[in-house]
């Protein structure tokens, strides 16, 4: 099975708030990522925190990181339709390359 | 900046027979990756290159699978010969190098392997 968790699907109104929940394993986990992948394309880089932060705002994002839980979360304010997507939590083990969750589907409707 | 770039972005062949994928990262970068996504999973790394030498094959299937990068720019991966559980997307990533440097991701190639 995959060492990160997430829910696979999430359906919001369009200008909500879209929070997106992902679990990962490993403590020693330096960085975590939160990336994009549009119908088609590669994954994108949405936004990072470090493993001594607790909370990382940009823009319209905010990452919340409970290093306790291992829990981290992905806040999109104002949600657009273009934000449709899906959206993978990666942790950084000891070797520092991403390992990915199976993704969250972010359905944006009128 | 252009970005890394694919080919093909679709392959269709049958079971047992061979397949190629070609990677072009971007200018500068030393690391490149190949990805693994099977539909509805998250992407799986196969093999990780530092210029053009290894850095972790630990999850390549060397049995059937092999890739290189000869002059540590472009790169290719191989499946020889291909299993219908080898369809996926294979997405190909590079970074500047260093621990913290973010992947750059191509478009993929979308194998279906019938």
């Known amino acids: 099975g995959e060492d990160v968790e997430q829910s696979l699907f999430l359906s919001v109104r369009e200008g909500d708030s879209s929070v997106i929940n992902c679990t990962y394993t490993?403590?020693?986990?330096?960085?975590l990522y939160w990336y994009k992948q549009e119908p088609g394309a590669g994954l994108q880089l949405l936004t990072y925190i470090f493993s001594n932060m607790d909370m990382k705002q940009d823009q319209r994002l905010t990452v919340l990181l409970n290093k306790k839980d291992k829990h981290l979360s992905l806040r999109i304010a104002d949600t657009q339709t273009g934000d449709s997507a899906i959206y993978f939590c990666a942790e950084t083990p000891g070797s520092y390359i991403p390992t990915f969750g199976r993704g969250t589907s972010l359905i944006v409707h009128p | 900046e252009a970005g890394v770039a694919q080919s093909p972005r679709y392959k269709i062949i049958e079971k047992r027979q061979s397949v190629a994928f070609w990677c072009n990262p971007i200018?500068?970068?030393?690391?490149l990756y190949w990805y693994q996504q099977i539909l509805g999973q998250g992407p799986k790394l196969l093999i990780q290159?530092?210029?053009?030498?290894?850095?972790?094959d630990s999850q390549l299937p060397k049995d059937r699978f092999s890739a290189e990068r000869l002059k540590g720019v472009d790169s290719t991966l191989k499946i020889q010969p291909a299993k219908l559980e080898d369809s996926a997307v294979y997405l190909c990533a590079s970074s500047l190098g260093g621990n913290h440097s973010p992947l750059h991701f191509g478009n993929g190639t979308r194998l279906t392997v019938t």
């Open positions: 290159f530092q210029n053009n030498g290894v850095v972790d």
């Open positions: 490993d403590s020693s986990s330096t960085y």
């Open positions: 200018s500068g970068h030393a690391t």
